[in-house]
């Protein structure tokens, strides 16, 4: 480009300028109003969430300290008002701090062996932290609930649900496990001889379970 096409340039640039200054003004507007917008946006959410989270903490404290008498008549005033703090601040959060509350009413409800209320809380902790760790952590503590009802089935998909969680699981290979303990217990030995060879496969790093796994699968194959 020579110098008169940049001069040229130039000045049908500055009148574009000139011509469309209003517009160009308020669009520049919109979008310092919209950043404005976001980034109040972003600071209120991150101050609700740790605000959120040093409560559920508090919380977490509370039911450490009342753990001890969840089941003593003497403190059931003291417990029933505790759930209740725990459940309405459960209901009012998502993300991390609501699955922490939800996960404290089901641990709750589990020590008073209220199994079906202790699923249902479990549940809970899975879908409104399914984008944490918890959430794995809380479907595998909802398959035991579930088990505990005599829902079997139930249990083995909530085992897998945890096992296939994105959020990696540590405790993958005692869920894998305890799908194949399910299938041998409903006498599907078919089944559970391949959850076990799974757990054989999929965790050989890990000395305990592949152990217990291989001791199952001779156990099914001479009975």
Do not use: C
């Not at 959850?195 to 379970?209: G, H, L």
């Amino acid at each position: 480009m020579n110098t008169n096409e940049k001069s040229d340039f130039a000045e049908k640039f500055n009148n574009f300028i000139q011509t469309k200054r209003k517009t160009i003004f308020i669009v520049l507007g919109a979008l310092v109003v919209i950043l404005i917008g976001v980034i109040v946006f972003i600071s209120i959410r991150d101050y609700a969430n740790n605000k959120a989270i040093a409560e559920v903490e508090e919380l977490n404290l509370k039911f450490e300290d009342i753990g001890y008498f969840l089941n003593d008549d003497d403190f059931s005033t003291e417990v029933n008002s505790f759930l209740e703090e725990v459940l309405l601040f459960a209901e009012k959060n998502s993300r991390f701090a609501g699955s922490k509350a939800w996960s404290i009413a089901a641990s709750i409800y589990s020590e008073r062996l209220q199994w079906a209320q202790a699923e249902e809380a479990w549940l809970n902790s899975a879908r409104v932290g399914n984008n944490t760790y918890l959430g794995p952590i809380a479907l595998f503590n909802a398959a035991a609930a579930a088990e505990e009802q005599g829902k079997y089935e139930r249990a083995i998909e909530l085992l897998q649900q945890s096992i296939d969680h994105v959020f990696e699981f540590p405790a993958a290979a005692r869920a894998q496990f305890n799908i194949g303990r399910i299938y041998e217990h409903l006498g599907n030995y078919t089944a559970a001889s391949e959850a076990y060879r799974n757990v054989i496969i999929n965790w050989s790093e890990i000395p305990v379970w592949p152990q217990l796994a291989r001791s199952r699968i001779a156990a099914i194959e001479i009975r």
